[in-house]
T-cell receptor
Framework: DVKVTQSSRYLVKRTGEKVFLECVQD?????MFWYRQDPGLGLRLIYF???????EKGDIPEGYSVSREKKERFSLILESASTNQTSMYLC????????????FGEGSWLTVV | QKEVEQNSGPLSVPEGAIASLNCTYS??????FFWYRQYSGKSPELIMS????GDKEDGRFTAQLNKASQYVSLLIRDSQPSDSATYLC???????????FGTGTLLAVQP
């Protein structure tokens, strides 16, 4: 079974803090993704990576950065957390083909106060 | 026009009935289509994928694709209360080569 693990399930951070969300996959997938999900807005792509050290902006990259130093690990960084970044964050991975299924981690619930 | 559109629901069906969930998409070049189920507070899990026109069946689930009409649907036969969840349609390929999600349809199966 595909395993996508998000290390932090529930976080509460203060405005202005730097926040790291970590994601690890064990299926040797080339592609990794970070989404956020908000009520009424659905899943929105923040960043994705198709190879080590490669990244591309998704639909809502502002306020976020990412790091992919190893194939299995993809980190999402909030440089200075703001209250409008309170959300559920979902990491996902897939093989390289556009037709391949993406598999999600369990999600990280971030509250910024 | 949204790239992937779904009726937000809730869609309420009695236990044992057929639930029909619909999705339309705007990019005519799209190649891959997926249905995910998401329980409240949980992450999405894949139910079905479909790549060519017609029907694809897996147990109680049938995915239907009509590329000419840019329409994909999911039928759930013999609906159970445990099927109550939000169903997300996702479309890949086409111009952006990214997976685009609809906002989901909330299904409520009444015992």
């Amino acid at each position: 079974d595909v395993k996508v693990t998000q290390s932090s399930r529930y976080l509460v951070k203060r405005t202005g803090e730097k926040v790291f969300l970590e994601c690890v996959q064990d299926m040797d997938h080339e592609n990794m993704f970070w989404y956020r999900q908000d009520p009424g807005l659905g899943l929105r792509l923040i960043y994705f990576s198709y190879d080590v050290k490669m990244k591309e902006k998704g639909d809502i990259p502002e306020g976020y950065s990412v790091s992919r130093e190893k194939k299995e690990r993809f980190s999402l960084i909030l440089e200075s957390a703001s209250t409008n970044q309170t959300s559920m964050y979902l990491c996902a991975s897939s093989f390289v083909s556009a037709g391949d299924t993406i598999y999600f981690g369990e999600g990280s619930w971030l509250t910024v106060v | 026009q949204k790239e992937v559109e779904q009726n937000s629901g809730p869609l309420s069906v009695p236990e044992g009935a057929i639930a029909s969930l619909n999705c339309t998409y705007s990019d005519r070049g799209s190649q891959s289509f997926f249905w995910y189920r998401q329980y409240s507070g949980k992450s999405p899990e894949l139910i079905m994928s479909i790549y060519s026109n017609g029907d694809k069946e897996d147990g109680r689930f049938t995915a239907q694709l009509n590329k000419a009409s840019q329409y994909v649907s999911l039928l759930i036969r013999d609906s159970q209360p445990s099927d109550s969840a939000t169903y997300l349609c996702a479309v890949n390929g086409g111009a952006t080569n990214k997976l685009i999600f609809g906002t989901g349809t909330l299904l409520a199966v009444q015992p």
